[in-house]
């Protein structure tokens, strides 16, 4: 598959380097601390829908992963923390790492704290975290089948290969129920942080004006190209004949986007 090519290119990108993400903007209540909005029932695609474009480009054998993971990431983009957790499995709430959330906190011996059983409100909580430090999600951006080889998913075999598609994924969850590993990307709310850093790369332009949307066309276009976004690798797992999110992590930017 085309993504072992760049597999040998970088490790830590992934679980040792911390590159500042979207950023500045204060987290609101995610979602609902009742998690009770309905969120999980997705509409009718869009002609630019990111799913659509993914089927377009994945292999047979990866296309009927796609769709499983569209309540998830509609979930997420649209804050609803609660539905995303309803499609967390078993095995995804009974233990988590703080690393999942603030990619911060890894280092090159520990992914973060555990944290067992997790309830939906801790869920809604360390969301609210993850945003103060990654940016505060808006749309789904991108999305792809990234691995289906069972002995990848099972953290066997090449070791690179499997740091890329399962993360720290817990040994303790059954290899026999992964089937798929998964990147989406979401584009953040524009902060101020972001808003200074790109006027800095602009003649002539402020951060206000950056934020309001009042430039021309041709800065517009550069500005729509560097939108601040955060990466999302989660893992598929068989629940009970049906796919549920067996692993997550959110991540930064890195230079292999």
């Not at 990848?152 to 290899?175: N, T």
Request: aromatic share 6%.
């Amino acid at each position: 598959m085309h993504h072992h090519a760049v597999c040998s290119l970088i490790v830590a990108s992934i679980v040792l380097i911390f590159v500042p993400g979207c950023g500045g903007s204060k987290p609101q209540p995610a979602g609902g601390a009742t998690g009770t909005a309905a969120a999980t029932t997705a509409p009718s695609a869009p002609a630019n829908d990111p799913f659509t474009a993914a089927a377009s480009d994945a292999e047979p054998g990866e296309r009927p992963y796609l769709e499983p993971a569209r309540p998830f990431l509609t979930a997420l983009a649209a804050r609803n923390y609660g539905a995303a957790y309803d499609q967390l499995s078993t095995h995804a709430r009974a233990k988590m790492l703080t690393g999942q959330f603030t990619p911060s906190v890894v280092t090159e011996t520990s992914f973060g704290t555990p944290l067992e059983n997790v309830t939906r409100e801790q869920f809604i909580e360390w969301m609210g975290k993850s945003e103060a430090e990654l940016g505060v999600p808006e749309s789904i951006r991108h999305i792809s089948v990234f691995e289906i080889d069972a002995q990848v998913l099972s953290g066997q075999g090449d070791k690179l290969s499997a740091v890329f598609a399962i993360g720290a994924m817990p040994a303790d969850i059954p290899a026999n129920i992964r089937k798929a590993s998964l990147r989406g990307a979401l584009t953040c709310q524009k902060s101020r942080t972001w808003a200074e850093a790109i006027a800095q790369d602009l003649d002539n332009v402020t951060p206000e004006q950056i934020l309001s949307g009042q430039v021309n066309q041709e800065t517009k276009a550069t500005i729509e190209e560097s939108l601040p976004y955060l990466n999302l690798k989660f893992v598929l797992v068989d629940e009970g004949g049906q796919l549920k999110i067996g692993y997550f992590e959110m991540m930064p930017p890195s230079m292999l986007d």
